[in-house]
């Protein structure tokens, strides 16, 4: 049987101490998926349905895939994505500088103070949400390269849109 990797998907991710974070795929861009790290911890690769409405999305980013296709982290279930905020990205044509929407549909020219809280578009290799993850729960230093996924940082930039 061939595995759904479709919006919704809900996945296992173990941590450095033996336990289990969890994340979901929110929407698909391709290559990427937008997804959620959220703040729920088991100890088993299991969550209840409930538990899932209950975490919080605690990371959230452009990732690639390739860790739910090979095996690494499980699939557990699908659940309706939470409403979460998405950023915007600075983009460059020519000579200017742009806010542009996540979903790349808007567009508008950059002020100087934008430019300076906006980060580029970045897509993610997945272990990345898996370190961040990791670090979370304090089970690893944390990053300033983390920022950019905290869902406070995200909401912050996603007002500039």
């Known amino acids: 049987m061939k595995l759904e990797i479709e919006p919704g998907l809900v996945f296992a991710i173990r941590l450095l101490n033996g336990a289990y974070g969890f994340g979901q795929l929110l929407v698909r861009q391709e290559p990427i998926f937008y997804m959620a790290g959220y703040d729920a911890q088991s100890q088993t690769p299991t969550l209840g349905h409930d538990t899932i409405w209950k975490a919080k999305p605690v990371l959230l980013g452009n990732f690639f895939d390739v860790l739910i296709r090979n095996g690494r982290w499980a699939p557990v279930g699908h659940s309706t994505p939470p409403v979460v905020p998405y950023p915007c990205f600075k983009i460059r044509i020519g ?40 670090a979370y729960f304090g089970l690893r230093p944390w990053e300033t ?17």
């Open 95 to 134: 000579d200017k500088f742009y806010v542009e929407t996540w979903d790349r549909n808007r567009k508008r020219e950059a002020t100087e103070d934008e430019l300076a809280q906006l980060q580029p578009r970045s897509n993610y290799g997945p272990i990345f949400l898996e370190n961040a993850l990791n």
């Open 145 to 161: 390269a983390f920022e950019p996924l905290r869902t406070e940082t995200v909401l912050a930039v996603s007002k500039l849109c």
